[in-house]
């Protein structure tokens, strides 16, 4: 047996992974039978118990025909664990047969040396995968809403996860920039010209109004039309609403005709595009650096940059026979599901899914991604089985290397207001994100004036946006992604609970230690020994050795909560460490020492994982 910590696996930071090989082991060797049985080794739910557990011998009981203690005794008489942990003997058998397992205090101490390294025990891969994430996704003419918030942050948060476990990312914003309604706007624009006005000084707003009253009148043709066939009419108003419909016809018409020239790069309709594009763009890339999310221009690969794949695909689609006719429209059936993938319209015209596969080859085939995972609504979930199922059969899944690349819809919920609808206005319409997050920075700034009134005003507006932004993003983030929210200010904005503030607060706090430290003449001594006595030492530095895995599992799962619950577990240890474990009181050098390497090394954990959110931390607050 071996007692050295020091032989211990020294890349291994995570002592559940040790324990895990080493009850496997211990399971192999008692019941050979049974080796591929699962360790269950996991964080003890007690401390008082001991540090993990393992629940393997109940499973296992059943499976080989004896008692769960009985059981439990054996994997104990078998499990050398003693390079890391106490003696685990009967008496660490608790209940049915868990087996309780607590670290010696100098393989601890050595784990966390080993955490306490500039990458935090999160290694790049020798050879990284590609990942393409597909995200925000705005639309042209259109206000960036709650919506794409969640595409936005969501999108970049799993992003960057991806980016700090040393994958090769690339992010793509499927900018909805094409097709029928942006022709409407583009109609519009030009008669507005026409009439001699000037487009010099639009702004989304105005084409946010434009793009209502021309989808309006589009409805108002069908909903006119189903209304006449439906009742017939007095005179009057069967003429009334002819007219309507008229109107209605007219301006479709003349929108498909736009359409048309655009796609045939008429100078004047793609000049007016182009200033469509712009004016949207320059505001949502704006919301996106507010909200500290790494989504810029060269991640714009909007609908309109497929025109010319379009073509290409539906005839490949159909020469190949993966797509088939169907009451005059082209589809591709998918195994499973009942409705098909349309990919083209009666009238030749092409759909968002006729895109989304072109796209799907471009990401795969000239990107070569290992993976492709969409950052989008829950409601779109249909459309992405289909163009999913439609690009495997078509093979457009497959890299030129033969490697196949899987795609992943991350789909999220919708963000709901307080009466459990889809948060509006109170007038119905749906929130500007801009103004979502004014209101957010303005009910912040109340707070910290409160706080702190003697900061001077700038430093204090700067903590605002910081507090605000961080408390909409945290919010947004620290739910499951799949789940519905309900969005409410006081909560997301509190500074204790689970919220934005209160993370970037429990940095803030620690900086101040260090502050306080600095003016007693202390500095951090980045190689101090480690003395894990007190349990609140011991429950942070256990606490801080889960960091690893924490972001690992995160990044494969797709779900940014499992970061935000773990901060937030991680900063509630420091809280019950700091309350109990005085750091520059005593009169222990040694322990002083520590504690203020603990300290540290909670911080730069704390930074590194709201760093994986884009959320900037405070120096004060
Ligand atoms: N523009 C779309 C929307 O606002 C989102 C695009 C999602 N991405 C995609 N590849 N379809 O709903």
Not at 193 to 207: C, F, K, R
Not at 235 to 254: N, Q
Not at 394 to 399: F, K, L, N, P
């Amino acid at each position: 047996m071996t007692t050295d910590p020091a032989t211990t696996d020294q890349t291994t930071i995570d002592p559940a992974e040790i324990l895990r090989e080493r009850f496997s082991a211990a399971i192999a060797t008692a019941f050979p039978e049974a080796a591929d049985a699962d360790p269950l080794v996991s964080p003890s739910r007690q401390a008082k118990l001991g540090d993990f557990q393992s629940n393997a011998a109940m499973p296992l009981a059943k499976r080989v025909g004896a008692k769960p203690r009985d059981v439990a005794s054996r994997i104990v008489e078998h499990l050398d664990v003693a390079d890391v942990a106490e003696p685990v003997t009967e008496a660490s058998i608790a209940g049915p047969g868990f087996i309780n397992v607590t670290l010696r205090p100098d393989a601890l101490a050595a784990f966390v040396e080993r955490l306490d390294a500039p990458e935090l025990g999160i290694e790049p891969p020798a050879t990284p995968d590609t990942v393409v994430v597909d995200l925000c996704g705005v639309n042209l003419a259109k206000q960036m809403h709650v919506g794409h918030l969640r595409s936005t942050v969501i999108g970049d948060t799993v992003a960057r996860l991806f980016e700090r476990l040393g994958y090769d990312v690339i992010r793509q914003s499927h900018v909805g920039d094409w097709g029928l309604p942006i022709a409407m706007v583009v109609q519009a624009l030009i008669d507005h010209e026409d009439a001699g006005h000037s487009l010099d000084d639009i702004g989304l707003d105005d084409l946010n109004r434009i793009y209502k009253d021309a989808q309006a009148t589009c409805k108002d043709e069908r909903v006119a039309l189903a209304s006449v066939t439906k009742y017939g009419g007095h005179p009057k108003a069967e003429a009334e609403l002819e007219g309507r419909i008229e109107h209605a016809r007219d301006a479709a018409e003349r929108a498909r005709q736009r359409l048309v020239s655009l796609q045939s790069g008429d100078e004047r309709s793609v000049a007016v595009w182009q200033r469509i594009y712009d004016v949207t763009m320059a505001a949502c890339l704006a919301t996106c650096a507010r909200l500290n999310t790494d989504v810029t221009d060269e991640h714009s690969a909007g609908e309109s940059t497929y025109r010319q794949d379009l073509h290409d695909v539906v005839t490949d689609l159909e020469t190949r026979g993966i797509a088939e006719e169907s009451d005059g429209a082209l589809v591709v059936r998918v195994e499973g599901i009942a409705e098909p993938c349309l990919i083209r319209k009666k009238d030749g015209g092409y759909l968002y899914a006729t895109t989304d596969l072109a796209a799907i080859k471009r990401r795969v085939q000239d990107m070569r991604a290992d993976r492709v995972v969409y950052v989008v609504d829950a409601r779109q979930s249909l459309h992405f089985r289909l163009a999913f199922g439609a690009a495997e059969r078509a093979g457009y899944t497959t890299r030129p290397d033969g490697a196949h690349a899987d795609l992943e819809h991350a789909a999220f919920g919708t963000v709901l207001g307080e009466d459990n609808k889809p948060l509006k206005t109170r007038s119905g319409e749906n929130i500007k994100l801009a103004d979502l997050l004014d209101e957010a920075v303005a009910r912040a700034a109340t707070t910290v004036a409160e706080k702190n009134p003697e900061l001077p005003e700038g430093e204090r507006a700067r903590i605002a946006e910081a507090v605000g932004i961080a408390a909409i993003k945290y919010t947004d983030l620290s739910t499951e992604r799949i789940k519905d929210y309900i969005f409410s200010w006081d909560r997301m904005l509190a500074f204790e609970g689970d919220t934005g503030p209160y993370l970037l607060n429990a940095v803030v706090r620690i900086t101040s230690i260090f502050r306080k430290a600095g003016e007693q003449g202390v500095a951090l001594d980045e190689r101090a020994a480690l003395v894990l006595a007190e349990p609140d030492e011991r429950a942070l530095a256990l606490t801080l050795l889960k960091y690893p895995r924490i972001v690992r599992a995160a990044g494969e799962a797709l779900e940014p909560h499992r970061v935000c619950n773990y901060l937030y577990e991680l900063a509630s240890a420091f809280s019950g460490f700091y309350e109990r474990c005085p750091v520059l009181k005593g009169d222990d050098d040694a322990v002083r020492a520590s504690r203020l390497r603990l300290c540290g090394l909670t911080k730069r954990v704390l930074c590194d994982g709201l760093e994986t959110m884009g959320i900037p931390t405070l120096e004060r607050m």
